[in-house]
């Protein structure tokens, strides 16, 4: 069984609104099932489709783009090699892994004008930008970004489906959970947390009677192909975006969690940096998340680019990437992590997967922390901000994150003291039942996907 993606129905908003008039660029990390959706896609919706795998596309394919004044000529070549028709209207030519030859994305312009056919594109976001120079990028694309499977989506592929169901209607009508139910999604949520959204991970994981071992095998191979395109894309500055890539268990597992330059290289500073932080953020293998120094004016207008998170693009990886394969290999660390025993990590673990849904919901991320000359530490500390997005009416929604039980909410109480003419919601994700105490929304985990609809 394929895991069901909300991309599909994304794409199926496109044919519809587009009709022809653009191509779709779908972008994206590498691994996340950016192929496989869009196959399901030509098999399901349209008479005929073809897929042109640049990653093995011949080179009478390739030299067909060379002569496009011939369009006839192009269609041919195209049918004869994957032999397959193709139908007026009503086929769809797939440019997979479009990366590796941009000269194909440089057609998409004359291709679109003919209107014969749609045409999606694919391919891993940083190789996309980087691969431009001297085409001509076409006007005639509309993109949309792919994140790894989202909890929802692993709900649903575990046969979850009437939980989630019922998960949903308990947010909307502000009631907890049954505590059978609270207790089955948050061993799913621990599960997913572990797992991870990396389709082949997931897959290995249920085909093999919910084999952790199993899904960490998928997961290894995938941290190999991002250290191999580390190597290769980021040639200038390979070596430091490695040492920011296989730190980011380090820093998650300190109290503050961001980067600190100076333990990676002497005398490091962020002009030497960003360039490598951008390029993990680009890359989708990792999200950035940036104070923000004055939440009552906006998130991204005061975002302090020197005072930086990075979270891994997608927790499962991020599990792979903490511990060895030795510790993952007798089950001892997962039994550890769902029956509570290792609230540092599983605290780490549990910020990531937020960030991971934050980022699938196409919001930026930032945090907030005020520093206090009294007390010589942070007094406030706010784990993730998100607005309501509105130029009039702004409203700020401060989030933390407690994977204990047993925590505070101080922080919350003197963020609102500062700023509370400006916030809309304040939110704690902990690992216990749906409560509204002192006006603090509460919520499991397993039930931000239903909050974050009330942000939007």
Not at 25 to 30: F, N, P, Q, S, V
Not at 51 to 59: G, L, P
Not at 71 to 77: M, R, V
Request: with cysteine.
């Amino acid at each position: 069984m394929e895991i069901k993606r909300n991309t599909y129905n994304r794409i199926l908003e496109w044919k519809k609104q587009a009709n022809g008039t653009k191509a779709l660029l779908i972008e994206g990390a590498r691994r996340i099932g950016k192929s496989t959706v869009v196959e399901e896609i030509g098999k399901n919706e349209y008479k005929s489709f073809i897929m042109v795998d640049f990653n093995k596309a011949s080179t009478k394919v390739k030299d067909c783009f060379n002569d496009l004044n011939n369009l006839d000529l192009f269609f041919q070549t195209l049918m004869l090699e994957y032999n397959q028709r193709l139908y007026r209207r009503e086929s769809l030519i797939i440019f997979d892994e479009i990366q590796k030859f941009p000269k194909a994305r440089e057609a998409i312009k004359y291709l679109v004008a003919d209107g014969r056919y749609d045409y999606i594109e694919t391919g891993s976001l940083i190789s996309i930008r980087e691969n431009v120079e001297g085409i001509t990028l076409p006007s005639e694309e509309r993109k949309i970004t792919m994140h790894p499977v989202d909890f929802k989506e692993f709900m649903m592929y575990m046969g979850e489906g009437i939980l989630l169901e019922y998960i949903g209607d308990c947010y909307r009508r502000k009631v907890p959970l049954e505590q059978r139910f609270h207790s089955k999604a948050m061993h799913l949520f621990k599960e997913y947390l572990l797992v991870g959204g990396m389709p082949q991970a997931i897959v290995a994981f249920a085909s093999n009677g919910r084999d952790f071992e199993a899904a960490d095998i998928e997961k290894r191979d995938i941290l190999s192909l991002y250290r191999d395109d580390i190597k290769k894309a980021a040639k200038k500055y390979s070596s430091r975006v490695s040492a920011v890539f296989e730190n980011i268990p380090a820093y998650l597992s300190t109290h503050e969690k961001r980067i600190v330059l100076n333990e990676l290289e002497k005398d490091g500073r962020f002009s030497m940096y960003d360039e490598p932080l951008f390029w993990l953020e680009d890359s989708m293998m990792c999200n950035l998340c940036y104070k923000c120094n004055d939440p009552n004016v906006g998130l991204a207008l005061n975002k302090n680019d020197s005072y930086v998170k990075c979270y891994m693009g997608d927790t499962g990886l991020l599990t792979s990437l903490a511990f060895s394969e030795n510790e993952i290999a007798d089950q001892q660390l997962y039994k550890e992590i769902l029956n509570d025993k290792l609230s540092l990590n599983e605290g780490m673990l549990y910020e990531n997967a937020i960030a991971q849904m934050i980022t699938a919901m196409g919001r930026k991320l930032y945090f907030y922390t005020r520093y206090s000359n009294e007390r010589h530490r942070n007094d406030i500390e706010i784990d993730f901000l998100i607005s309501n997005e509105r130029k009039t009416n702004y409203r700020i929604n401060p989030i933390e994150v407690k994977s204990s039980k047993n925590y505070t909410s101080t922080s919350l109480g003197r963020f609102k003291e500062v700023f509370g003419r400006k916030i809309e919601y304040q939110m704690i994700i902990h690992p216990k039942n749906f409560s509204v105490v002192d006006d603090i929304i509460r919520i499991p985990p397993y039930m931000l996907w239903a909050a974050f609809e009330n942000f939007s």
